[in-house]
């Protein structure tokens, strides 16, 4: 770590005196989670700053391409401000209509024009094309981030500090404790690339899995896909094709590691569909080397993976490619121990806390768990035989289980005046399968950002904060509990 001397309302960083800047709350990471805090700080008052290195808002949203919300039971407060907003503007189907949806597709596009109209209009300052290299750290307590921009390095002085980096950078860089991916041998789940296709007729797709329903992920098999955004036909996911995949692989037309092809947000109208196929396994995604080598992979593997569309799906033959994420899908890497970690114990007995901010009702698989039993499993049998979560779910043994996550999980352990959100809060990773989606850590987002607000016209730390205090002002801002 690097030391800092505060003097006379500056910085010091080593010899060198930083710019500096003050605010109530600052957010590192403009994604979902810190999309989330920011509004849910200035809704409750704060002056607050959202801090990002790219040009916009969304992270996994937008710059990884991942336009589809799963978790949609959980849609609440924010989340659905959000969904309202993308709906009115024609980036997502109506959510508030009687039919509701298993998973709701959006245009990331309209995601990012929206969402930076929501922080905007809340009075929150957004500072894109800047990095936030560390937490300074002053007697021990977090007092806001040095960033790094065009312009040189800075530092954001605040009263509290939000860690939404995706990959608990800030937390790490302080000295707190992590876990990394899967208790036992720390692997985590694959990275992915997500790429758009045009020129696609979707009718043609859905007509073959209709007529080969073996073809189609289990749970998929005599649903209705259609779902309408406004005037427009949007297919939510079609996944499997396992014998087209299979005969692929056995003439090297595609890699040992894919065993399905997975489309998701498939517009109908536009002749446009999302492809989530590409998988890098055994990766570390917080190393660049590693990452950088994911890109290399993935990239290949896109390459071969729309000439088997074109080659072997109906409907794809004349199919082109748009687009690449600017992004990788990283799915795991760091989470905080918090000053409660949620264990798989706590699920399976299911847990209540005293300062739960979110309950979760669902069915965990029956223990012992088997290895294969995973939700993008580190190993690299996605969407095989060994899967059985893809391709024989009745096989699954299931029971139902309630839990609660409590907000000390928010809070990194022994760390002061510091709060996290997004996919990396204190939580097991059998639970991240759950915790690591776009609506969880939006709610996790707006509970952090609530508190920060909170603590920073307190002046006390997030620890301190009496949870009754943030329950009372999310449930002001539309959160129900």
Not at 179 to 198: A, M, V
Request: aromatic share 8%; proline share 5%; with cysteine.
């Amino acid at each position: 770590m690097v030391n800092y001397k505060l003097v006379n309302g500056k910085v010091i960083e080593g010899e060198r005196e930083l710019p500096t800047v003050s605010t109530d709350v600052v957010v590192a990471g403009a994604g979902v989670g810190g999309f989330s805090a920011s509004l849910a700080a200035a809704r409750a008052g704060a002056k607050v700053m959202l801090v990002d290195s790219h040009s916009f808002i969304g992270g996994v949203a937008t710059q990884a391409m991942m336009a589809a919300f799963v978790a949609t039971n959980h849609i609440d407060g924010i989340s659905r401000d959000l969904l309202d907003e993308l709906a009115k503007f024609g980036g997502a189907p109506d959510y508030n209509t009687p039919r509701k949806v298993g998973n709701i597709p959006f245009d990331p596009e309209i995601f990012k024009t929206v969402a930076l109209d929501m922080v905007l209009k809340a009075g929150v300052k957004v500072l894109f094309y800047t990095q936030v290299c560390e937490p300074v750290i002053i007697n021990g307590e977090v007092k806001g981030v040095v960033i790094e921009t065009k312009a040189g390095r800075s530092v954001i002085l605040a009263k509290q500090t939000i860690d939404c980096t995706g990959d608990a950078d800030l937390v790490y860089r302080a000295g707190g404790e992590v876990n990394f991916g899967r208790q036992g041998d720390n692997k985590t789940r694959p990275i992915t690339l997500l790429f758009r296709l045009g020129n696609v007729d979707v009718y043609k797709i859905m007509e073959y899995v209709e007529k080969n329903p073996e073809e189609l992920q289990p749970q998929y098999r005599g649903s209705k896909p259609l779902i309408f955004n406004g005037n427009e036909e949007v297919v939510q996911r079609l996944s499997g094709f396992y014998k087209l995949v299979e005969e692929a692989k056995a003439k090297g037309e595609l890699y040992d590691e894919i065993h399905y092809f997975r489309l998701e947000n498939l517009q109908v109208n536009r002749r446009i569909v999302y492809c989530n196929t590409a998988r890098a396994y055994n990766l570390n995604g917080t190393n660049p080397e590693d990452l950088t080598q994911a890109e290399i992979i993935l990239r290949k593997q896109i390459l071969k993976i729309v000439a088997f569309a074109r080659k072997y799906i109906p409907g794809c033959e004349n199919s082109f490619l748009i687009d690449i994420s600017s992004s990788l899908g990283v799915r795991e890497t760091r989470r905080i121990v918090g000053e409660y970690t949620v264990s798989e114990d706590d699920a399976y007995n299911d847990c209540k806390f005293d300062d739960a901010f979110m309950t979760v009702k669902g069915n965990l698989v029956k223990r012992p768990r088997p290895i294969e039993l995973d939700v993008h499993m580190p190993e690299p049998i996605e969407g095989s035989e060994k899967d059985w979560l893809e391709r024989y779910p009745e096989r699954v043994p299931n029971e139902p289980h309630t839990y609660q996550l409590p907000y000390r999980c928010l809070i990194p352990k022994g760390i002061r005046n510091l709060l996290v959100a997004g996919k990396i809060i204190g939580v097991c990773h059998m639970l991240d399968g759950f915790t690591r989606n776009m609506i969880p850590c939006m709610r996790f987002g707006q509970t952090a950002g609530t508190a920060a607000a909170l603590a920073a016209r307190k002046g006390i730390t997030p620890k301190d904060l009496a949870f009754s205090e943030i329950k009372t002002e999310l449930i002001r801002q539309g959160l129900h509990f």
